[in-house]
């Protein structure tokens, strides 16, 4: 029958679409079509399959010749079905009659001599695979190019062949030639060697305690001090805080971050991304035409850290607000919709006023009140609510800095494992950390303790805070409560979490008077 089908992949964002190559070989004059939305870059493969297949020691058919890429209302555009396509006609010409090509995927550029060339993203293409198999409880295997075939086999639980060139593609799939399927050891590729410490941070404990709660209930939070303070030394090690990602969720990180081209193997290390201020509002939320994940996405189920965060575009800022609130960001172009996951802990940090000094004991701001109001309004009203914490990061002094000991409480290795407590006690109550807690869910796992409860009403009435900054002070107490292993957060886990949220720039006198 002068019809064969294969499977190859595109991506459309980051979610993986099954394509299903047809080619049908009919009588009439010589002819080569392709259909079903190809770009530039696939048309163009009629001229590399043609002298691929005829360098390859194959009989390129003189009949008609259709080659559909279903589904056909994708848009579509990738030179790796090349392989597919080359590989079609052979079958569909009688030439591979012998080949089984139900339980393959296929992916390879073409030159023109018939040799495989590296493709773009192979471990993204191994892991939506992997999960197709899964998905459709049918085995598939994987042929991809030899260069690109070592990175895919990293993904365990798939088969991946790496061919050289058609021919020897072609020798395997009718059970000659030498083996090609790509083997390879799977080594600890869980974390840095050498992660930053806690402990090599001097100072600054309520900080640390901060973070640790960041860390422990998905709490997004906010640094300000003076420059040399120690807010990026501190923000850098809050990736140690989080546990290592499960194996599903380090198969998702590592297909993006290949997506990218920044990955060739499966990593558990969660991501820790730090965009420059001068980053487009395309570069960190996603976009292009088709769109590709931007920063935001790359960190997902990792930390985003946006230092000097005030020195960002206003538009480029505004734009976390979806996706802080979500988990996700949809962006659209013409012609062209994806969706990104983009579930990260927000950390950001920045100075108290335009020179830095505000507050500092030694050097004198030299910003007027209108200069620092106008300086920290650059973060809006609605963006600063969806931080839930936020702390004064103050200098440390010579001596202290010289006198330093190094506390093993507040090592990085100390804090993980509560926050690893706090987070299986968080999971096995509710399903879901703290920070992700819905109204409903606020309602039956965060009510604080009667005490807590008139603290909170009263601080709600005098200051007239939202609704989303009431649930949020009561997320951040219930994972105050969990780390101090209270059943029900109490007045203190309230009043910490409240103090947590005040306004920076009066916070030494909040902190000398009463609530």
């Known amino acids: 029958m002068p019809l064969a089908t294969l499977q190859s992949l595109t991506f459309v964002g980051v979610r993986p679409v099954v394509v299903n190559i047809e080619v049908h070989l009919s009588a009439g004059l010589p002819s080569f079509a392709l259909v079903g939305l190809p770009d530039a870059e696939i048309r163009e493969s009629k001229e590399r399959v043609r002298s691929a297949l005829i360098n390859s020691g194959f009989e390129f058919p003189s009949q008609r010749i259709t080659v559909n890429l279903a589904p056909a209302d994708l848009p579509k555009g990738s030179a790796a079905f090349d392989l597919a396509i080359a590989l079609g006609i052979a079958s569909a010409s009688g030439q591979l009659a012998k080949a089984d090509l139900s339980q393959w995927v296929f992916a390879g550029e073409l030159s023109l001599s018939g040799q495989l060339t590296q493709v773009r993203s192979p471990l993204a293409l191994a892991v939506a695979v992997r999960q197709e198999a899964l998905n459709t409880q049918h085995p598939l295997r994987l042929m991809l190019p030899k260069p690109s075939a070592t990175a895919a086999a990293t993904v365990p639980g798939l088969p991946v062949y790496g061919p050289a060139s058609l021919f020897e593609a072609s020798a395997h799939l009718v059970g000659h030639g030498t083996p090609l399927e790509v083997v390879v050891t799977h080594a600890d590729s869980s974390t840095q060697a050498n992660p930053p410490d806690m402990k090599d941070v001097v100072g600054h404990e309520s900080a640390k305690l901060a973070l640790l709660a960041a860390a422990a209930g998905q709490h997004h939070i906010r640094l300000v001090g003076p420059p040399g303070s120690g807010k990026s030394m501190l923000a850098q090690r809050l990736g140690g805080l989080l546990p290592p990602l499960p194996f599903e969720e380090s198969l998702e990180i590592s297909a993006i971050r290949s997506l990218k081209g920044e990955a060739n193997q499966v990593c558990d290390a969660r991501p820790f991304r730090n965009p420059h201020p001068s980053t487009s509002m395309p570069a960190l939320i996603g976009g292009g035409n088709p769109p590709s994940p931007g920063e935001i996405t790359l960190a997902h189920l990792g930390v985003l850290f946006t230092d000097e ?38 950390v950001c940090a920045h100075n108290p006023c335009p020179c830095g000094w505000l507050g500092h004991p030694a050097k004198e701001c030299r910003c007027t009140p209108e200069q620092v109001r106008r300086y920290q309004a650059k973060l809006s009203g609605p963006l600063a609510d969806r931080l839930d914490i936020s702390v004064d990061v103050q200098a440390i002094t010579p001596h202290e800095l010289l006198a330093a000991k190094t506390e093993h409480s507040m090592c990085t290795r100390t804090l993980l494992e509560r926050v690893q407590h706090s987070r299986q006690m968080q999971l096995t109550r509710q399903g879901c950390l703290n920070g992700e807690l819905s109204a409903g869910q606020i309602a039956a796992h965060c009510k604080p303790s009667a005490d807590g409860e008139k603290l909170l009403l009263q601080y709600a009435q005098k200051n007239h805070i939202s609704a989303r900054a009431m649930h949020r002070i009561c997320r951040l107490a219930r994972t105050l409560a969990d780390l101090d292993g209270a059943d029900t957060p ?10 947590y949220r005040r306004p920076l720039q009066g916070l030494q006198q909040l902190r000398a008077g009463p609530l």
């Open 309 to 346: 965060v005030l020195e960002f575009d206003r538009r480029t800022l505004e734009s976390l607000r979806e996706p802080l609130e979500t988990g996700r960001v949809n962006v659209s172009r013409a012609g062209h919709q994806a969706s990104f996951p983009a579930r990260f802990l927000w």
């Open 490 to 499: 109490q007045k203190n886990h309230v009043a910490t979490a409240i103090q």
